[in-house]
């Protein structure tokens, strides 16, 4: 790109045989580009010879050049620079409030160190460089996570890193070093939960070993055959095997006391035979393991179910991506052993809501920052659109809508790291006295404003989050997708209705 041009110089260039424009001081030659131009010939004639820069802003996104440059750039113009920012992979975004504040040059926060800023440039790289492509190539094709990223993933612990603080980190290389396993804690775990939601892709995002997350708890802190239970974790973490938590019915979902699944001891006492269905089931269609939600004669209990026999699953169509692998799951006379049982017969409830903090923490944590995501392709959109004559942003009912974007990412971000900082000074069963509530009203307020951010951005975008592809596909995406944070892991119902009833068991004999 070591050629200059003059303006006038490119001016000349305005026929089918050399049609040239500018872009950021960049000179292109789309001669060979104009049949194939997505858009179409005639308003790249238009353009030949000009300084496209501001056409080409209002009806693409910057990524679109990275994709076409080596090609059609055939040099600059004299005398100028391009200013408009290329970002490389891990770099943060200098749009204000795109990232959290923590993150902000200017401002102070007592709740991250060193630590927490190495990892997240480290996994800022990683979802960048691996990540984001693999996740949009499958929002695309609706295919399953690929085997190289699971095992790329599972290299520097970040399949570990997602179930939380704990022992399983212990020793493990978490993204070469950044953090040790030993000193890893809660705002580790929040900022991988946002960094990782970066990809845009919700459907994907679950399909990336949501399941998981969510069911190898369950086998961690319940399976009480020790070497059984290693080998699993093992088969787990290394992506050698897929998990998912089968706990849903067409039956029973947030009532979970209503499950039809039913599990019968055979007479030598050594077996269950599962019986039953599930349904939504994330990551079910791929999965080798099921932790399985069941009745037993004396209630419900759960219980490790592996693929075969007996097993089917089938692929369930939804507003996200097949990505996912959501599933409807039956289980005919499968034959379980009865070492698989996780706690015990009639206790499972404790099994299933064990996790159920740290995943509603972990949706939360990921709401706000998909959020963060919309408010900046808000702030772009309406600072680069120019419409009846002005930018977008001039334009006061738009600048009312991106405030009370802010307002709500920003004030969900600053109560989700003061339930952070509890959850990394109470011990296990302190969180589950004092943090279910507000980490069930924390979850159940971003959704609330998900929608309110969603809804808001869409007008902003106009026609353009209506499409796939092109400026609004980010606003598209989490409009289309938002309700599923409000829905799974607790209804923002449920979840209100928890948050209120755990403050009334401490309310005091108060009177008005
Ligand atoms: C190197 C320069 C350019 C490249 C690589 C390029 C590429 C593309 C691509 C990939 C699309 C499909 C939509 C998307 O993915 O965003 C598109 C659409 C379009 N392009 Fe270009 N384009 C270039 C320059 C221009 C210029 C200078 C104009 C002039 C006005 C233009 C007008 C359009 C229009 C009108 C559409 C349809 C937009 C829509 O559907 O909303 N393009 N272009």
């Not at 939600?293 to 693929?307: A, F, H, M, Y």
């Not at 930018?391 to 009912?397: A, C, D, F």
């Not at 409009?479 to 005091?508: C, N």
């Amino acid at each position: 790109m070591a050629e200059t041009y003059t303006r006038d110089e490119v001016a000349k260039h305005t026929t089918a045989d050399s049609l040239w424009f500018i872009i950021d001081s960049k000179v292109y030659d789309a001669s060979e580009f104009v049949d194939a131009h997505p858009g179409g010939e005639s308003v790249l004639r238009q353009v030949a010879g000009t300084d496209a820069t501001v056409a080409f802003y209002n009806l693409h996104r910057h990524e679109v050049l990275a994709k076409y440059d080596s090609d059609l750039v055939i040099g600059t113009v004299a005398g100028e620079k391009p200013t408009i920012i290329t970002p490389a992979p891990g770099d943060l975004s200098p749009v204000p409030y795109a990232e959290p504040l923590w993150l902000t040059p200017t401002y102070k926060s007592p709740y991250y160190g060193e630590s927490h800023r190495r990892l997240r440039k480290a996994a800022r790289v990683f979802t960048d460089t691996y990540i984001t492509p693999e996740a949009q190539a499958r929002e695309a094709d609706g295919k399953y996570i690929s085997q190289e990223l699971v095992e790329r993933m599972s290299k520097v612990g970040l399949l570990h890193m997602r179930l939380g603080p704990g022992k399983h980190l212990h020793g493990v290389d978490l993204l070469d070093g950044a953090v040790k396993g030993e000193e890893y804690d809660y705002f580790h775990d929040l900022l991988m939960a946002q960094e990782g939601v970066r990809a845009n892709a919700r459907g994907f995002q679950d399909g990336s070993l949501a399941g998981m997350v969510i069911g190898l708890p369950c086998v961690m802190n319940f399976m009480k055959d020790e070497k059984r239970k290693k080998a699993i974790m093992d088969e787990v973490f290394s992506g050698k095997k897929y998990m998912c938590l089968a706990i849903t019915e067409a039956f029973a979902g947030s009532d979970v006391a209503g499950l039809r699944t039913t599990a019968t001891k055979t007479p030598d006492g050594r077996h269950y035979i599962v019986n039953g269905t599930k349904k939504w089931i994330t990551n079910g269609v791929f999965s080798d393991y099921f932790v399985t939600g069941v009745k037993t004669d004396k209630g419900l209990s759960v219980l490790l179910i592996e693929r075969g026999e007996g097993v089917e699953t089938k692929p369930i169509k939804t507003s996200y991506s097949p990505a996912a692998g959501t599933a409807y799951i039956t289980f005919d006379d499968v034959k379980v052993p009865a070492e698989n049982l996780l706690g015990e017969e009639n206790k499972g409830i404790y099994v299933i809501l064990s996790n159920f903090n740290h995943e509603r923490w972990t949706m939360a944590c990921a709401t706000i920052r998909q959020c963060r995501t919309v408010v900046e392709e808000c702030l772009k959109w309406s600072h680069q659109r120019l419409v009846f004559g002005k930018r977008l942003i001039e334009q006061p009912v738009i600048r009312q809508k991106l405030a009370k974007m802010i307002a709500l990412t920003e004030s969900h971000q600053a109560w989700l790291e003061t339930i952070t900082y509890q959850m990394c000074h109470m011990p296990y069963k302190e969180q589950s006295k004092h943090l279910g509530g507000p980490i069930g009203l924390l979850k159940m307020s971003i959704t609330r404003a998900a929608h309110e951010i969603a809804d808001e951005s869409v007008q902003i975008f106009g026609g353009r989050a209506l499409t796939q592809s092109g400026m609004g596909k980010v606003i598209e995406m989490f409009h289309r997708t938002y309700k599923f944070d409000a829905i799974l892991g607790g209804s923002e119902e449920v979840l209100g209705d928890l948050g209120v009833r755990q403050a009334m068991r401490q309310m005091p004999n108060a009177k008005l």
